[in-house]
């Protein structure tokens, strides 16, 4: 799995909740900050451990609330007559790792 397949299902999964949640600015920004980190990687291999060098560090519960968003956006979908069986899948995956 690439950063890039991970920030696409993130971007997913954050279209999808602000069409339903109302975003609290601390969770905007942890949004923005998310796809930011992930988008500035151009999947190369050889800068992957220089730009984890030069990211800013994220704390545990920073880290926990982005997890806690994921698996918020997975109930919703779930919970959709006609929800996205792909996204879905891809948001199990992530929720069991």
Known sequence: IT???VSEILSSCYDHLDQTVHYSSK????????IAQLDSDDGSDEDEDMNT?????IT???ASEASEVVKMHHLYE???????QSLIQQLNYYDTG
Do not use: I
Request: hydrophobic fraction near 10%; proline fraction near 0%; charged fraction near 25%.
């Open 3 to 5: 950063l890039s397949s």
């Open 27 to 34: 969770q905007t920004r942890y949004q923005q900050y998310t």
């Open 53 to 57: 060098e030069s990211r800013s560090q």
């Open 60 to 62: 545990a519960s920073e």
């Open 78 to 84: 779930e919970q959709q007559d006609q929800g996205d």
